[in-house]
T-cell receptor, first 113, second 115 residues
Framework: AQKITQTQPGMFVQEKEAVTLDCTYDTSDPSYGLFWYKQPSSGEMIFLIYQGSYDQQNATEGRYSLNFQKARKSANLVISASQLGDSAMYFCAMRITGNQFYFGTGTSLTVIP | EAQVTQNPRYLITVTGKKLTVTCSQNMNHEYMSWYRQDPGLGLRQIYYSMNVEVTDKGDVPEGYKVSRKEKRNFPLILESPSPNQTSLYFC??????????????FGEGSRLTVL
């Protein structure tokens, strides 16, 4: 069965510090994609970063990087230099062959001034 | 402006009264899908469509129907809504095929309450 697990319901980080949001996945599909989305309190879903299962290097997008450890089936999101505007819900998601998507239960991040 | 548009954004209805939530995208995306978001459960896929006239069940399709008669539209139909379908619903679209990441572009969400 396909599954995404986010074990941190809530996280706090000091402004300007880095934070890691955990995500593990489970699939037997050799080809898959991993995504992180941000959902601010306003409710919209914002795409942050993507990692393909065959990508050799970890994905980076500005202050976001994805720590992809394929053997451990983990795809943690690292946010560097946290800002107050980073306070939001963060969802890890997986797309498998056939384009079915699975989302984790989310991590609520609060950035403290 | 590239966007996914859902309507209505908010709806309160009663058990058994059929309703349709519309979804339209202007990005010529082949792939469209519906999700429901519930506290503590994250987003769960209801239905998805790879292209016109092609639809597939996601993880939680019971109580929902969809159709894909045109590439840009993917309505979600609740034939006989029940209170357990009270939720926040998202429509999303993406490019598919080789060379694309397949990232989802989401609509703003539709908050549905069934009394």
């Amino acid at each position: 069965a396909q599954k995404i697990t986010q074990t941190q319901p809530g996280m706090f980080v000091q402004e300007k510090e880095a934070v890691t949001l955990d995500c593990t996945y489970d699939t037997s599909d050799p080809s898959y994609g991993l995504f992180w989305y941000k959902q601010p309190s306003s409710g919209e879903m914002i795409f942050l970063i993507y990692q393909g299962s065959y990508d050799q290097q970890n994905a980076t997008e500005g202050r976001y990087s994805l720590n992809f450890q394929k053997a451990r089936k983990s795809a943690n999101l690292v946010i560097s230099a946290s800002q107050l505007g980073d306070s939001a819900m963060y969802f890890c998601a997986m797309r498998i062959t056939g384009n079915q998507f699975y989302f984790g239960t989310g991590t609520s991040l609060t950035v403290i001034p | 402006e590239a966007q996914v548009t859902q309507n209505p954004r908010y709806l309160i209805t009663v058990t058994g009264k059929k309703l349709t939530v519309t979804c339209s995208q202007n990005m010529n995306h082949e792939y469209m899908s519906w999700y429901r978001q519930d506290p503590g459960l994250g987003l769960r896929q209801i239905y998805y469509s790879m292209n016109v006239e092609v639809t597939d069940k996601g993880d939680v399709p019971e109580g929902y129907k969809v159709s894909r008669k045109e590439k840009r539209n993917f309505p979600l139909i609740l034939e006989s809504p029940s209170p357990n379908q009270t939720s926040l619903y998202f429509c999303a679209s993406s490019l598919s095929g080789a060379g694309n990441t397949g990232e989802l572009f989401f609509g703003e969400g539709s908050r549905l309450t069934v009394l």
